[in-house]
């Protein structure tokens, strides 16, 4: 499992570091393009997340029938994967594209950061969106080949990726040399740039090598049975994704109430936030694909035993996480927002409160990410829908409006939603986890392994 789980964390942490060069190239030139992100990206993942649970439901399918050595099923069902969730990024690329400014207009700015921060969120937007097919071929990429067991060929992709990413990104956002000085929209095209080219490489590594499933062009014609079980199985773990963002949506809505420097906060303290959540994710990522191997392999002790450890070993490194956040907050803080601006002292003392109270939800929130990487390795993507659900649309949102605009706590109320919405998500899902019905396959397949023959690595 930790051979499966250190190339995903690595695989987290470049995605997030997408996301913190933008922040700390951008922080250098005012605390209003960090807050433009801070809008724009529950917007963008509104949309992103529609497709991704379809990304997520061929890894489950290419795991388990992997699992089950059923012969050319995991490769075919990869490659109507490819086809499907490309031909969902395209027509959600233009969608994206066309509802910017609709989009934007549905927060509730203050006056300042409707005039300050809103039209370089919709400068950022319109070029990631333009770019989504590219984004999404790399995510189909890592899906497929988590599902197969490999997830190191894509770390390493990843890590080109991110080479040209943060090489591009002071280029384009500063106007070095030939390069015109584009600021927050030069980000856009840095990141769309080197996402294309993680995809390319993604591609080649699927068609021309033989690190992940033997994909032939054949298996990229629409086949309705199984584009019917991407759908199936894909279609909570949209529903859930895309209700999440929903909820960060509202929850950014609230946010621009306040004035631009706690916009900005909100938006470097869940930056920061998603740094510690890699650790919980990459598990999480890997024990799914554990979970589906060994259920497919018929072997559910196996895969209960995989996700017990999976538990006790990212509570010990949040544990580490959440002293180092708590005792040194500002330093941390003060690494994303360098600007000489009147507002960044103001931002940064924002962004320490934050970070301080949300350190005691890390434990939390990475048992709550196995849990439902348990539930999905299994098939299960109603059930890691449904606590997805409950964090957000039955404790954040409602607490959130509860604290900040009942009882008057200000921007406190809003740190402190995010802590009770992980904490109570956590202990729904370990209630339900230790009734152990999650431990049956989803694939039903004529098992044609040598019996007690072990479950692909």
């Known amino acids: 499992m930790i051979r499966l789980a250190w190339p995903m964390v690595v695989i987290q942490l470049l995605q997030v570091a997408y996301n913190v060069a933008d922040t700390a190239f951008l922080g250098a030139i005012s605390e209003d393009a960090v807050g433009a992100l801070s809008l724009a990206f529950p917007l963008i993942f509104f949309l992103i997340s529609v497709g991704g649970g379809f990304t997520a439901a061929g890894a489950i399918l290419v795991a388990q029938y992997t699992g089950a050595e059923s012969g050319r099923t995991a490769d075919v069902i990869a490659g109507q994967t490819l086809a499907f969730v490309t031909l969902v990024a395209c027509a959600l690329a233009v969608l994206g594209y066309l509802s910017t400014d609709w989009l934007l207009s549905l927060l509730p700015a203050d006056a300042a950061t409707q005039e300050r921060i809103v039209p370089l969120a919709a400068d950022y937007m319109r070029i990631y969106f333009l770019g989504l097919p590219f984004?999404?071929?790399?995510?189909?990429?890592?899906?497929?080949?988590?599902?197969?067991?490999?997830?190191?060929?894509?770390?390493?992709?990843?890590?080109?990726?991110?080479?040209?990413?943060?090489a591009l990104d002071p280029l384009l956002i500063f106007g070095i040399g030939p390069f015109p000085r584009l600021e927050i929209e030069g980000a856009a095209i840095a990141t769309i740039t080197a996402r294309a080219v993680a995809t390319g490489l993604g591609l080649y590594v699927l068609f021309y090598t033989d690190a992940g499933p033997d994909i032939q062009p054949g298996d990229l014609v629409p086949d309705l049975g199984h584009v019917s079980d991407i759908v199936k199985l894909g279609l909570p773990s949209a529903i859930e994704q895309s209700s999440s963002s929903l909820a960060f949506v509202v929850l950014t809505a609230m946010v621009v109430a306040f004035p631009p420097e706690i916009v900005a906060a909100y938006g470097l303290g869940n930056r920061l936030i998603s740094l510690v959540f890699l650790p919980a994710m990459g598990l999480a990522q890997a024990l799914d694909t554990v979970v589906g191997q060994n259920l497919g392999a018929e072997r559910p002790e196996r895969a209960a035993r995989a996700s017990k450890l999976a538990m006790g070993l990212v509570s010990i490194v949040m544990v580490v996480l959440t002293a180092i956040a708590y005792l040194f907050p500002e330093p941390i803080v003060g690494i994303f927002l360098t600007a000489d601006t009147p507002g960044a002292s103001t931002t940064i003392a924002y962004g320490?409160?934050?970070?301080?109270?949300?350190?005691?939800?890390?434990?939390?929130?990475?048992?709550?990410?196995?849990?439902?990487?348990?539930?999905?390795?299994?098939?299960?993507?109603k059930t890691a829908m449904v606590f997805s659900l409950i964090t957000l649309w039955a404790v954040r949102v409602p607490l959130t409006y509860y604290l900040v605009f009942v009882a008057g706590w200000a921007e406190t109320g809003i740190w402190v939603a995010v802590v009770m919405g992980d904490v109570v998500g956590c202990i729904a899902g370990l209630a339900w986890y230790a009734r152990g019905t999650w431990k049956e396959r989803y694939v039903e397949v004529e098992d044609a392994r040598p019996t007690g023959a072990p479950a692909k690595d």
């Open 135 to 166: 984004l999404f071929g790399f995510f189909i990429f890592v899906s497929i080949m988590r599902g197969y067991g490999n997830t190191r060929t894509p770390m390493r992709v990843m890590i080109v990726s991110v080479v040209v990413n943060v």
């Open 352 to 381: 320490v409160e934050y970070l301080q109270i949300a350190a005691f939800m890390f434990v939390f929130l990475g048992v709550l990410q196995i849990i439902l990487g348990t539930f999905r390795g299994a098939g299960n993507t």
